[in-house]
């Protein structure tokens, strides 16, 4: 056996949501298969830095590990993207590992997606059903239509999409491709269209959709593949009609 | 309800880069790209322009504050972007921020052009059809310097590569071209519109070079004395 191979990693820290940010490197031993997720595991079970000090261990989140939670983001050399299916064997190294910077750091790798609840709250990205008594099965859905609503219903709120978005950033209030395509998703919705100019209203409020410079890189870096410049485009076709009508019916 | 001011702000800068100020810039080309077929033939151009009643306040209402509207609401937007092309480097990505820079330089070559060729030399007086023969000359000495040459075609390249890509956004941003080969097809209707109205334009800039285009001017005010 030649000797123990081992990960370069230079990860981004922060000691907490005020603290100064710096960079820590580490070098650990390399086992097969390994992702971003098991090599920060290993830098929690021995948190010794590269210069062999022992520092306190690298904070991050993660859930499922299969990408369909979207807590694991980060930027990982340079790219934003699930840490549990960035495969070590698959990146270059030194691997630079950093948080998410659209988002407030928590500690570390620990980034507060809160901005992008928010948004969904405010774009009403429900159906409201709740009655006195029951409102019986809702309308059925042709094939197509619902097709097109799984690939938008993909969404996991990871925020991948608004830290590739050049127009989110600290000058704009931009809510995000992520919630353009939610409220694609339940305007076509047979029960929740019925609330649709309640969500087209408070979509092209301030910080809504007319914010898109169409750099159209959401879609490119959505890790589910969600059409999200299709949803804009969607989106800005029922804007322009509900303009419109809006001015012609008062 | 929040307010919808910006939704609606964006909406008037889009069509307002549409009409009137898309519309103006081929009228412009189309006029000074006369100037290839005779001095005389610009002149009469110019003096036909002139002829229209009410010229300046279309000039304010239709020109000038559309343009300023545009311009300044476009600066915002801008300065507002924070470009990432070293982390994504798609073509779409690299025409976000080509828009925004050819904008920026094609405001400043504006600003420079109206001040150069309308305030300096015509003023906001009246027109006088001696005053299109003076601009003429003026313009082409000024040309005949490679130094303006190539800020004209600088100019020129940045206006019309920032009209084409603004129409496709536009396009897109009024919900007219939706899916992903709507929006690739007007990428290449564009594309082939940005090498046409680009050879007009700076093909109007040439003929202005030419010293030939000198000497029909002072040809032309030399029969009229």
Redesign the interface.
């Given at each position: 056996m030649s000797e123990q191979q081992m990960i370069h990693l230079i990860i981004k820290r922060q000691d907490g949501p005020d603290g100064q940010p710096y960079h820590e490197e580490f070098k650990i031993p390399y086992r097969p298969n390994m992702n971003i997720i098991s090599a920060l595991m290993e830098i929690q079970r021995n948190p010794v830095n590269a210069a062999g000090k022992t520092v306190s261990p690298v904070i991050w989140e993660s859930n499922c590990l299969e990408e369909v939670c979207g807590a694991c983001s980060m930027v990982i050399n340079?790219?934003p993207r699930q840490a549990c299916t960035a495969l070590i064997d698959k990146l270059e190294q030194p691997i630079r590992v950093e948080p998410m910077g659209t988002f407030p750091v928590v500690r570390d790798l620990s980034i507060d997606r809160g901005r992008m609840f928010d948004a969904l709250k405010k774009v009403k990205a429900w159906v409201p059903i709740d009655g006195t008594y029951d409102l019986g099965p809702g309308p059925k859905l042709p094939e197509t239509e619902r097709q097109w609503r799984y690939e938008l219903s993909k969404c996991m709120t990871c925020g991948v999409c608004l830290e590739?978005c050049?127009?989110v950033?600290s000058?704009?209030n931009f809510i995000g491709p992520f919630a353009v395509g939610q409220v694609n998703l339940f305007n076509t919705h047979p029960t929740g269209a019925m609330n649709k100019e309640e969500r087209l209203?408070?979509l092209?409020?301030?910080?809504?959709?007319?914010?898109?410079?169409?750099?159209?890189?959401c879609v490119?870096?959505c890790p589910k593949g969600i059409?999200l410049?299709?949803a804009?485009?969607?989106?800005?076709?029922?804007?322009?009609?509900f303009?419109f009508k809006k001015w012609l019916s008062f | 309800m929040s307010s919808q001011r910006s939704f609606f702000n964006r909406r008037i800068h889009s069509l307002l880069g549409v009409i009137p100020v898309g519309f103006f810039l081929l009228e412009h080309f189309y006029t000074n790209y006369k100037a290839n077929e005779s001095a005389q033939s610009f002149i009469d151009g110019v003096e036909w322009l002139w002829g229209i009643p009410f010229l300046l306040v279309l000039e304010i209402f239709f020109i000038f504050l559309p343009l300023m509207y545009h311009g300044i609401y476009g600066l915002y937007i801008a300065f507002q972007a924070k470009p990432n092309t070293n982390q994504f480097g798609t073509f779409r990505n690299y025409m976000f921020v080509l828009q925004r820079i050819t904008g920026v330089i094609t405001l400043i070559f504006v600003v420079w052009h109206v001040w150069d060729t309308r305030i300096r030399v015509v003023g906001l007086s009246e027109h006088s059809l001696d005053v299109a023969k003076n601009m003429a000359i003026e313009q082409a000495l000024r040309l005949q310097s490679p130094v303006f040459l190539t800020i004209f075609i600088i100019g020129i390249i940045a206006a019309v590569f920032h009209f084409c890509n603004g129409m496709w956004s536009f396009l897109v941003s009024w919900g007219i071209t939706v899916g992903p080969r709507a929006q690739k097809v007007s990428t290449y209707v564009w594309m082939v519109a940005f090498v046409l109205i680009s050879f007009v334009g700076i093909k109007a800039a040439l003929a202005f070079n030419d010293p030939s285009f000198i000497d029909e001017v002072q040809k032309i005010t030399a029969a009229q004395h």
């Open positions: 340079g790219r590739a050049p127009n950033n000058k704009s209203e408070a092209i409020s301030d910080g809504g959709l007319q914010e898109c410079g169409n750099s159209q890189n490119q870096a059409p410049t299709t804009i485009a969607n989106m800005n076709r029922e804007a322009t009609k303009m | -």
